[in-house]
């Protein structure tokens, strides 16, 4: 589809996300027939934090759709570190539990690291345990980090094969410019990691056939620092606000002018967001796979 004055081809991630909620769902409906259980994520959010309430809300629904029991489990922003993970401890042991996501950020007297780390790399539905961020590394099979794995599933989708061209990811954090990087080199494409220490930013993304931008600054792409005929993907989401005191979503990269240069580009929101989710139920429905022993017969659409 493409959008009014656009010239790049807009990469759908709702419709492309709504797609793989569909297949999922048929899998957990030929799971389940049989008389198993249906796959289970928990949800653990702490403190009141209005976007990531919204999120665990919009993930919780599409748990829902897709037949995947789900448990949400709330702590109050001044809870102990003690607490939640002794909460974390009670669903490793659970074994209707496959999937365990916490809800980030978490408030500062909590140790992130630490959070992520209590959670068995089994049931790590976000891909962002230690040890399976080591998987990816080296190139073994285990849950991926939801986002980045969205970023290649909707690539895939479109027809954009990483082989043989050259990526520039701008960002350098563990939940999307890292990881994200490796799975570009792992298919085969040849990689510069950017970051806010880095020369001439805007030259090496105009050298980029794919670019990945995962900042978190709003609108610091421009179109005069994509390629022609590049393909863009915008990981931010940011509420902006204009002269007229309107508010709006834009991503990391300014659309209207980009979308004139690209061919491909992600709109903000509806792009990398969605595919975010619907990695997240992948993974979980992976994770059961694998825990009860169960073999895929129909693969997730790509």
């Not at 004055?5 to 409906?29: F, H, M, P, Y």
């Amino acid at each position: 589809m493409r959008e009014k004055n656009v010239s790049a081809q807009i990469l759908d991630g709702s419709a492309t996300a709504a797609a793989i909620r569909e297949d999922l769902a048929a899998q957990v409906k030929e799971l389940t027939a049989g008389g198993k259980r249906a796959p289970g994520l928990a949800v653990v959010l702490v403190g009141d934090d209005p976007a990531s309430h919204i999120y665990v809300k919009n993930k919780v629904n599409a748990c829902k759709k897709t037949g995947i029991q789900s448990w949400l489990f709330q702590f109050p922003a001044d809870a102990t570190p003690s607490a939640v993970l002794s909460k974390l401890h009670e669903l490793n042991e659970d074994n209707s539990v496959d999937g365990i996501l916490v809800q980030l950020p978490l408030p500062k007297h909590i140790d992130t690291e630490e959070v992520l780390e209590a959670i068995s790399p089994e049931k790590d539905a976000d891909g962002l345990h230690c040890l399976n961020v080591g998987l990816l590394a080296t190139g073994k099979a285990g849950p991926r980090p939801c986002t980045p794995l969205g970023v290649i599933r909707l690539l895939e989708r479109y027809g954009v094969d990483p082989n043989g061209q050259t990526a520039v990811v701008i960002g350098r954090s563990n939940l999307v410019g890292k990881p994200v990087a490796l799975m570009l080199l792992e298919k085969n494409a040849t990689v510069t990691m950017c970051h806010s220490k880095s020369k001439n930013l805007d030259q090496i993304a105009r050298g980029a056939d794919i670019l990945v931008v995962a900042a978190g600054r709003p609108q610091m792409v421009t179109a005069s620092w994509i390629k022609p005929g590049a393909v863009v993907i915008d990981v931010g989401i940011h509420r902006a606000t204009n002269d007229k005191g309107e508010s709006k979503i834009v991503g990391d990269v300014e659309f209207d002018g980009a979308a004139q240069v690209a061919s491909k580009i992600t709109p903000v929101p509806g792009g990398v967001g969605p595919m975010t989710i619907a990695m997240l139920l992948s993974n979980t429905v992976q994770n059961y796979r694998k825990r009860m022993n169960v073999r895929e017969t129909s693969p997730a659409l790509k």
